[in-house]
């Protein structure tokens, strides 16, 4: 059946099975390999992928179930040569060991931003409970996830570019 | 893991989707979220020869209200019935089992109706409308068919829907004066039940005139437990009459012993749930939530 995918927003065309899962078909015929298969039974949230910003499983979810819809994996969050908030806020707390949960946790918490921007750190675990990290790094996680919040608190505060190139905002 | 190969049609109509299934409901599954499906066809427990993908149906998903009754559109993200603040205050213990169903990227996806249609007998809507004395809306080519909470659920992973229906509507009615709660034990989140409890009262004046009582995985479905109903209708909630009813309902509870507990642990546990839940629930009724 044909698929047709917005990924990381280009769009993607493919030929597939019905079976196909949505993981198989971004690591395989999109070779986009940051989207990983942990437990493979929706248990530990490694395949988490935004579909409409929405965080989903990527391993319990068909292909052409989601053909049209628009998704974001890790790939899909840095903005060019530069890192996300989120990326940012991973990086500077050391909110990773071994790296094998992060690419979920790290879309966890963008879309968690997105609609909650200022969290408290209980919201930050239920937020990612369906998330496993099998290093038990969840203290530095939550740290991460705060820190592109305070970065995406002060971007709002800060004045636009615009406004300091016209000599407003001091 | 992939499932074995299916036929896959995503019908964009109900009238589609009941039309397929009249034809070939025999051989297929129908799949709303497929959070509970998909993990069934990857392991292989349903190989079905055609999936009938009616996630995309329209007017499907929602909740509402008329004519005293809820009615949540069978496609109904469990994510939505959480977040509701509406429900909230009509029927608070809707968003309080949501919330500790699966995990919440599951909650996203998974639907009331899909759930419902899986009737795992550690499912919690199950034992949610059951307690709630909800009634289940189907829909074939033939026509809508109501099904009461009661005649449902049939056995593991069997309900009264045929091959050739949809679930399309839950509907719960709503009192003034009753409340509920739902009380669940995980080992982690988003581990099924150890065991749950749902209940709900309605009060007329000091009486308790309707109770629901609800129990998930303690059975061979979600059960219902009669028995500590009317041990409770029409009498006053006090502390003696609220045990003799959570004595009934963990008599009542079947049990298998298991990695999460013992089946004699599960009963007690079944006893403490349906005290603690009828006591909350009580509360809630005369706060009139």
């Known amino acids: 059946m044909k698929v047709t995918l917005k990924v990381n927003g280009a769009e993607h065309t493919g030929d597939v099975e019905p079976r196909v899962l949505l993981v198989d078909f971004i690591r395989t015929n999109l070779r ?118 305070a970065i995406n608190a002060a971007a709002a505060k800060a004045p636009a570019a615009e406004a300091v190139a016209a000599g407003g905002g001091k | 893991m992939f499932p074995a190969a299916f036929d896959y049609r995503a019908p964009a109509s109900l009238a589609e989707a009941v039309d397929i299934l009249r034809q070939r409901g025999e051989e297929a599954k129908v799949m709303a979220g497929g959070q509970s499906l998909i993990p069934l066809l990857k392991l292989r427990f349903s190989q079905p020869a055609l999936v009938v993908d009616i996630g995309h149906l329209p007017n499907l998903a929602g909740i509402s209200r008329s004519n005293g009754h809820l009615s949540i559109g069978a496609l109904t993200k469990h994510a939505a019935v959480e977040s509701s603040t509406e429900l909230k205050t009509v029927c608070p213990i809707l968003p309080e089992a949501a919330h500790w169903i699966a995990d919440p990227l599951i909650r996203n996806q998974g639907t009331v109706g899909g759930s419902i249609c899986h009737a795992d007998p550690s499912g919690d809507w199950g034992a949610v409308m059951l307690a709630l004395g909800a009634d289940f809306v ?29 679930l399309t509507e839950i509907r719960i009615p709503v009192a003034a004066h009753s409340g509920g709660a739902y009380n669940k034990l995980e080992r982690k989140v988003g581990d099924f039940a150890t065991v749950a409890v749902a209940v709900q009262v309605e009060l007329n004046g000091d009486r308790v005139a309707r109770a629901g009582i609800g129990l998930t995985a303690v059975a061979d479905r979600n059960l219902k437990a009669t028995d500590a109903e009317k041990a409770l209708t029409g009498k006053p909630p006090t502390d003696e009459v609220i045990a003799e009813a959570a004595r009934l309902a963990a008599a009542a509870a079947e049990p298998k012993s298991d990695i999460r507990g013992s089946s004699e642990y599960k009963k007690d546990v079944v006893r403490v749930f349906v005290q603690r839940g009828l006591k909350t629930a009580v509360a809630r009724a005369r706060e009139g939530k």
């Not at chain 1, 530069?82 to 879309?111: D, K, N, R, Y």
């Not at chain 1, 369906?130 to 038990?136: F, K």
């Not at chain 2, 189907?138 to 593991?156: L, T």
């Open chain 1, 32 to 149: 986009l390999t940051g989207t990983h298969i942990g437990c493979d039974t929706s248990g530990c949230g490694a395949c988490t992928v935004l579909v409409d910003g929405t965080p989903l499983k990527s391993c319990t979810l068909l292909a052409v179930q989601v053909s049209g819809r628009s998704i974001t994996t890790v790939e899909g969050l840095a903005a060019g040569a530069g890192m996300s908030p989120i990326q940012t806020g991973f990086h500077e707390e050391h909110g990773l060991q071994c790296g094998f949960c992060t690419p979920g946790m790290m879309l966890v918490g963008t879309a968690l931003l997105e609609h909650n921007p200022n969290p408290t750190d209980e919201e930050i675990r239920w937020a990612i409970s369906g998330n496993i990290c099998r290093c038990t790094g969840y203290m530095n996680i939550v740290k991460a996830i705060q820190h592109a919040a």
């Open chain 2, 138 to 166: 189907a829909r074939s080519e033939s026509g809508e068919r109501v099904i009461h909470g009661a005649d449902f659920f049939q056995g593991p992973f069997t309900t009264a829907l045929r091959a050739d229906e949809v």
